[in-house]
């Protein structure tokens, strides 16, 4: 079985700019989550899909949405990207009760 | 955001020395997951506990689920030089759907 699958792996930007991160989950996978990783906060949840729905969502700012599509394929934006979203986006894809990274988008902003 | 208390935060052993870490929480869990991660790359799951006292073992890895259901721990015995990363715990409470992550515990193998 596929592992999850994440594009692009490597991105620059400059701020003010706007970005669009993809996910693939596990085959069989309804529920896709997004995470932010950065040295000084760790991961931080972003929000997390299911069925097309968004069933939670962590306290980022509207900048930061999200989707899913209904072969449960996620993406997330970031729109007006600042110096601060330079981070590691992970996505995950849960199953019954364990979740699976894969293996992330590094994002840049200049 | 909320996050587990994971301790140590970072630890230096000896190749061949057995290493513990370990997460608490202020709140009931009914699944516990290990996840290690090297530099760049995403956690890749090591081990999960679905039930209070639950022991469970992938090769050298050992985890156990609390039988408080606030806390897990992890142990690796006779690290190797490959053992180095970061270690996450996560949790995730009954009739949630979000996982809660732990602080990470950095290892760092002498060899």
């Known amino acids: 079985k596929a592992g999850v699958t994440q594009t692009p792996r490597y991105l620059i930007k400059t701020r003010g700019q706007q970005v669009t991160l993809s996910c693939s989950p596990i085959?069989?996978?309804?529920?896709v989550s997004w995470y932010q990783q950065t040295p000084g906060q760790g991961l931080q949840f972003l929000f997390e899909y299911f069925s097309e729905t968004q069933r939670n969502k962590g306290n980022f700012p509207g900048r930061f949405s999200g989707r899913q599509f209904s072969n449960s394929r996620s993406e997330m934006n970031v729109s007006t990207l600042e110096l601060g979203d330079s981070a590691l986006y992970l996505c995950?894809?849960?199953?019954?009760?364990?979740?699976?990274f894969g293996p992330g988008t590094r994002l840049t902003v200049l | 955001g909320q996050q587990l208390n994971q301790s140590p935060q970072s630890m230096f052993i000896q190749e061949g020395e057995d290493v513990s870490m370990n997460c608490t929480s202020s709140s009931i869990f009914n699944t516990w997951l290990w996840y290690k991660q090297d530099p760049g790359e995403g956690p890749v799951l090591l081990i999960a506990l679905y039930k209070a006292g639950e022991l469970t073992s992938n090769g050298r890895l050992t985890a156990q689920f609390g039988i408080t259901r606030k806390d897990s721990f992890l142990n690796i015995s006779a690290s190797i030089p490959s053992d180095v990363g970061i270690y996450f715990c996560?949790?995730?409470?009954?009739?949630?759907?979000?996982?809660?992550f732990g602080t990470g515990t950095r290892l760092k193998v002498l060899a």
């Open positions: 996560a949790g995730r409470a009954s009739g949630t759907y979000k996982y809660i």
């Open positions: 085959s069989g996978h309804r529920s």
């Open positions: 995950a894809s849960m199953g019954t009760d364990t979740q699976y």
